[in-house]
């Protein structure tokens, strides 16, 4: 059976004492990581078993327990692996670029406040009392108290597997757990439903639903003007406060595009169609836009809303295909004509052959929803085997 890993955040609810022994590790932790991260770019990053030569002893010295000491040093190699596919993804710019010169010029650098994982051995739950037994460098805290929903809860009690992840925000520590749920059995689809993905509508699909961007680009714009007025003190306080204008804007980005997805992959699932979905792995290298697209284009979570839907539709055994998303917003879903003219502007579409109308977006999710049915057929079409 396969599963879908999803992560589940719960809040540590400690006393006083608690707190401070909670937060004196993760800082501890984090500032003996800094120092394994200088050994590593002084040695040429080695790999972890060379590195552990190296700084283990001293880990071990300077209070962290073995299990902790290990995930320190397989953190700050994750940590390099991690930069090494940012330089050789181009993420960071050219080579020779300012930005680029200053990642390789340097070591990996942890905040104080930066997620450590904790696994079985230093972390253990009890669920019914919705309390933890953590390891910190004060010993062993027993019944420290942690709060989430009722079926955040049940999902930790019936799925958590693996590691989890200590972090603190804002003063507040929670723990984020690594749950592997298994995926639903997936059933036959009566034909699938077309996601056209976009900026002034983030979600149209075939059957009708349409998310507007306007109320989400609205928030944006005003967002971005609060961040330049803050930028422009260059106070402690205002530094601040763009943190936490940070962290709320994407709160609120990630909660529309739960509704989003849970919408799309629920209108599915109820009509036992399947979903069909743009490949728009690119996309931001592949599109020429204008500077205040680029904007809108650059700082909305495509990869997010996709993986939303992905993750929703396999734990709902909701059947799901990529498509080739070239010329869907220029060919006619009736006749298949295809011209760029089609495309009259951002919301409009007639077709110069057969003179059809239509929303521009709704006409792409019809064309998405046909290539996801071919997509299907053909994969339906290979899985049977070969006659003798």
């Given amino acids: 059976m396969t599963h879908v890993k999803i992560v589940v955040q719960v809040k540590l609810v400690p006393d006083a004492a608690q707190a401070s022994a909670v937060g004196a590790t993760l800082h501890t932790v984090n500032d003996r ?16 078993y060379e590195l552990r030569k190296h700084t283990y002893a001293e880990l071990k010295a300077a209070g962290l327990g073995a299990q902790a000491a290990q ?56 669920y019914d009392a919705q309390t933890v037994s953590i390891w910190t460098t004060a010993g062993r805290l027993k019944n420290v108290r942690f709060a989430c ?10 799925y958590r597997k693996g590691e989890s992840d200590l972090i603190e925000r804002d003063g507040v520590f929670y723990l984020i757990a690594t749950c592997e749920v298994p995926e639903a059995e997936t059933y036959e689809p009566d034909g699938f439903i077309g996601v056209d993905l976009g900026i002034v509508n983030i979600a149209t699909t075939s059957t009708g639903y349409q998310a507007a ?38 709160r609120h980005v990630k909660n529309t595009n739960h509704i ?10 109820r009509t036992s169609a399947g979903i069909a979905l743009e490949d728009l792995g690119g996309i931001r290298q592949r599109v020429r836009l204008r500077k205040p697209q680029r904007v809108a284009l650059h700082s909305w979570a495509f990869a997010q809303l996709g993986d939303f839907i992905v993750y929703k ?48 977006d709704r006409n792409a999710s019809h064309n998405i929803a046909a290539r996801g049915e071919a997509v299907w057929i053909a994969g339906r079409e290979s899985r049977v085997p070969a006659p003798f």
């Fill in 33 to 48: 990581a800094n120092w394994v991260s200088g050994v590593a770019f002084a040695r040429g990053v080695p790999r972890e």
């Fill in 71 to 126: 995930h320190t040093i397989k953190k700050v190699v994750d940590a390099y692996t991690t930069l090494r596919a940012n330089l050789r993804a181009g993420n960071l710019g050219k080579p020779g670029s300012k930005r680029r010169k200053k990642a390789e010029s340097k070591p990996v650098v942890f905040r104080p406040e930066a997620a450590h994982p904790y696994d079985d051995r230093c972390l253990s739950w009890q």
């Fill in 149 to 158: 929903s009722p079926d955040a809860l049940n999902t930790l009690r019936e």
């Fill in 213 to 250: 961007g306007r109320g989400l680009g609205r928030y944006r714009k005003r967002q971005l003007a609060l961040r330049a007025k803050l930028q422009k003190k260059r106070t402690q306080s205002a530094k601040r406060r763009l943190k936490e204008r940070s962290r709320r804007e994407q």
């Fill in 260 to 269: 989003i997805a849970k919408t799309i992959v629920t209108e599915a699932e």
């Fill in 313 to 360: 539709a396999k734990r709902a055994g909701v059947p799901l295909v990529f498509v080739d998303p070239a010329y869907t917003s220029q060919t006619c879903a009736e006749c298949g004509h295809i011209d760029k003219r089609n495309r009259v502007d951002q919301g409009l579409f007639i077709c110069r052959k057969c003179g059809v109308v239509a929303h521009a």
